[in-house]
């Protein structure tokens, strides 16, 4: 999905009904961030932390900027938390 598919499925008044933001928001935060193991590496002693330059990199050049915003959301710290990823 793109930015272009994500802005037509919202403009379809039929899918604006019930779930359907829901979903488009979804399926866009899975092509933003899906890619996120790319970013982990496993150190000594099983030590997980996330490379966020090394996730950046591995995404599409024009999500890159937007990436290293949402980066930096409490939402995404609190996820990496839950997990005890550093």
């Known amino acids: 999905m793109n930015i272009t598919s994500l802005k037509r499925q919202l403009k379809n008044k039929s899918a604006l009904l019930g779930d359907g933001v829901s979903r488009a928001f979804l399926r866009a935060l899975v092509q933003l961030i899906g890619g996120y193991r790319d970013g982990l590496r496993i150190q000594e002693a099983q030590k ?18 937007f990436l290293r915003e949402m980066l ?15």
Do not use: A, C, G, N
């Not at 997980?48 to 900027?65: C, H, L, M, N, W």
């Open 48 to 65: 997980i932390t996330f490379d966020q330059e090394k996730f950046i990199e591995t995404r599409p050049v024009s999500f890159q900027p």
């Open 72 to 86: 930096h959301l409490q939402i995404f710290q609190q996820v990496k938390s839950t997990f005890r990823i550093k």
